[in-house]
T-cell receptor, first 112, second 113 residues
Framework: DAKTTQPPSMDCAEGRAANLPCNHSTISGNEYVYWYRQIHSQGPQYIIHGLKNNETNEMASLIITEDRKSSTLILPHATLRDTAVYYC?????????????FGTGTRLTIIP | NAGVTQTPKFRVLKTGQSMTLLCAQD?????MYWYRQDPGMGLRLIHYSVGEGTTAKGEVPDGYNVSRLKKQNFLLGLESAAPSQTSVYFC????????????FGDGTRLSIL
């Protein structure tokens, strides 16, 4: 699975859109981009994933660049409950490597 | 986290004791995973299963055993607990290992004294 790079921390004002970037310059054609978050001591929570096209669900939007080397997770109206560590993960068809690799992630703090 | 239930949520053991952690999912998922999370080390895969009756080792399997007798359940056993196994244990499941996300339980916090 391709390596990802994320900023270690970000702040966002409550009610504003939070834009979390992720670089995955070595991504290959069959690898998906996944976003998870972990709120202190809880289990990782799935947010969204995509392959090529931009995706949107009830939690967030995922914007993937045309060359697929980077992506942005957008939380449209951040609330205090969105304070968490956000992980960008790239995963492909790689039998024998079953682990989901969580890097260091981005610690997002929502400011009241 | 809806769909994946872990029991117990907390447990304290003495060195040398044994115990079993239970993971149950009601989403009819084929794939199930056990991870451990330690401070500053992220999640590490212990064992996983690609279907009922099958299990395989992850990156840190020593000291643990698993069983998947029923599709919905994945058990993690510690035969002789050691202080190094103090950790938070997460179970996850998915219907497709590549194109679908893993859904995680809320974790079991295990302390070995």
């Amino acid at each position: 699975d391709a390596k990802t790079t994320q900023p270690p921390s970000m702040d966002c004002a409550e009610g504003r859109a939070a834009n979390l970037p992720c670089n995955h310059s070595t991504i290959s054609g069959n690898e998906y981009v996944y976003w998870y978050r972990q709120i202190h001591s809880q289990g990782p929570q799935y947010i969204i994933h995509g392959l090529k096209n931009n995706e949107t669900n009830e939690m967030a939007s995922l914007i993937i660049t045309e060359d697929r080397k980077s992506s942005t997770l957008i939380l449209p109206h951040a609330t205090l409950r969105d304070t968490a560590v956000y992980y960008c993960i790239v995963r492909g068809i790689n039998f024998g490597n079953e682990k989901l690799t969580f890097g260091t992630g981005t610690r997002l703090t929502i400011i009241p | 986290n809806a769909g994946v239930t872990q029991t117990p949520k907390f447990r304290v053991l003495k060195t040398g004791q044994s115990m079993t952690l239970l993971c149950a999912q009601d989403m009819n998922h084929e794939y199930m995973y056990w991870y451990r999370q330690d401070p500053g080390m992220g999640l590490r895969l212990i064992h996983y299963s690609v279907g009922e009756g099958t299990t395989a080792k992850g990156e840190v399997p020593d000291g643990y055993n698993v069983s998947r007798l029923k599709k919905q359940n994945f058990l993690l056993g510690l035969e002789s607990a050691a202080p190094s196994q103090t950790s938070v244990y997460f179970c996850a499941s998915t219907t497709d290992r590549t194109t679908q996300p893993q859904h995680f339980g809320d974790g079991t916090r295990l302390s070995i004294l």
